[in-house]
C-alpha cells in the first residue's frame, strides 16, 4: 500500500463491503468507518473505480498476510513438505483463519468479484491476484508430488473457493481445524497418488 492513510481507507473500504455490500460503499462511508475527515477518501481514490482498485490491492495485501502467517518463518513450505500432513495441516490453517479470523476480508472479496465480472479495469486486477494465489497452489501440490501441479493446482483453487464460500455464505456449517484437515489430507493424497 502507498501510504498508511491508504492502507486506512482501503482496510474501512473492506469493512464497510462485509458489512453492507457495494452499494453501502461509498467515499462518504468510507471516511466515516475510518474516523477521517470528510474528503479524505477522494484523496486517495478520486472515482469510485479507483476506490475499489484500492480495496482490492489492500484485500490480497491482507490475503496474502494470512497465508503467509501460516507459512514456516523462512516464508518455504513446512518441513516434510513432501508429505500430505504437513501441507494438509497449512491449507486447513489457511483456511480456517480465512473463515473464521478473517471472515470479513473473504466476504469483501467475493463482493468485490461480483463487481470484477462487471469492470474490465477491476478483472484485470483480481486476476492477477488470482495468478499468484494459483501459484502458490502449484507450489503446494508440486511438493505433495502431484504429477500434474498446474491442472491440480486449478482444481485445488476451485475446492478451497467451494469450501470457503460455503462456510461463509452457503447453508455449510462452518468447519474445524480437523475436519479441514481431515479434508485436504484426503485431497492431497488423491492427487499425489499415495
Do not use: W
Amino acid at each position: 500500500m502507498s501510504s498508511q492513510r491508504a492502507a486506512v481507507v482501503a482496510d474501512a473500504a473492506i469493512a464497510i463491503l462485509a458489512e453492507r455490500g457495494m452499494r453501502g460503499l461509498t467515499h462518504r462511508a468510507v471516511d466515516e468507518a475510518a474516523g477521517l475527515p470528510p474528503g479524505s477518501t477522494s484523496n486517495h481514490a478520486r472515482t469510485r473505480a479507483a476506490l475499489l482498485e484500492l480495496t482490492l490491492a489492500r484485500l490480497a495485501e491482507r490475503e496474502e498476510a494470512v497465508f503467509a502467517a501460516a507459512t514456516p518463518p523462512d516464508g518455504g513450505m513446512p518441513e516434510g513438505a513432501g508429505e500430505v500432513a504437513p501441507l494438509a495441516d497449512l491449507l486447513a490453517r489457511t483456511i480456517h483463519a480465512a473463515i473464521t479470523v478473517h471472515r470479513e476480508t473473504t466476504i469483501a472479496r467475493y463482493e468485490l468479484a461480483l463487481e470484477a465480472s462487471r469492470r474490465p479495469e477491476l478483472r484485470k486486477i483480481y486476476d492477477e491476484v488470482g495468478r499468484r494465489f494459483r501459484e502458490q497452489a502449484i507450489a503446494v501440490l508440486a511438493a505433495a508430488g502431484s504429477p500434474d501441479p498446474v491442472r491440480h493446482g486449478r482444481q485445488m483453487v476451485a475446492y478451497v473457493e467451494g469450501m470457503l464460500f460455503d462456510a461463509i455464505v452457503g447453508a455449510g456449517d462452518v468447519p474445524d481445524l480437523d475436519e479441514l484437515g481431515a479434508a485436504f489430507r484426503e485431497l492431497l493424497r488423491v492427487v499425489s497418488g499415495t
